[in-house]
Nanobody, 124 residues
Framework: QVQLVESGGGLVQAGASLRLSCAAS????????MGWFRQAPGKEREFVAA????????AYADSVKGRFTISRDNAKNTVSLQMNSLNPEDTAVYYC?????????????????WGQGTQVTVSS
């Protein structure tokens, strides 16, 4: 059974940092891109960041560029999202996803496996 399990969410104040982690099990995802998406209340799910199979290519949403960093450890089958300078607009449920191909993509329909999500709440 393939599973993606996110962790590291929580309640923080504006300006703080959080590190989200995603652990994969059931199969290895070292040959495909991994991504993070988020969904705020009343809004559609949106792309946050993605990383290619090797980690050599990364993509970010404009809203998080310069503040968030995606990384992966293929030996551990994990992907992480370091989030700095958080602001209330970053409040959302954050989802880890495994892509269909090796290269990064911002399109959610090209991700085949999804975690259950972890809540991030940033207070002002």
């Amino acid at each position: 059974q393939v599973q993606l399990v996110e962790s590291g969410g929580g309640l923080v104040q504006a300006g703080a940092s959080l590190r989200l982690s995603c652990a994969a099990s059931g199969r290895t995802f070292s040959s495909v891109a991994m991504g993070w998406f988020r969904q705020a209340p009343g809004k559609e799910r949106e792309f946050v960041a993605a990383i290619s199979w090797s980690g050599g290519s990364r993509a970010y949403a404009d809203s998080v560029k310069g503040r968030f960093t995606i990384s992966r450890d293929n030996a551990k089958n994990t992907v992480s999202l370091q989030m700095n300078s958080l602001n209330p607009e970053d409040t959302a449920v954050y989802y880890c996803a495994a892509g269909r191909w090796a290269t990064t993509t911002i399109e959610s329909h090209y991700y085949d496996y999804w975690g259950q999500g972890t809540q991030v709440t940033v207070s002002s």
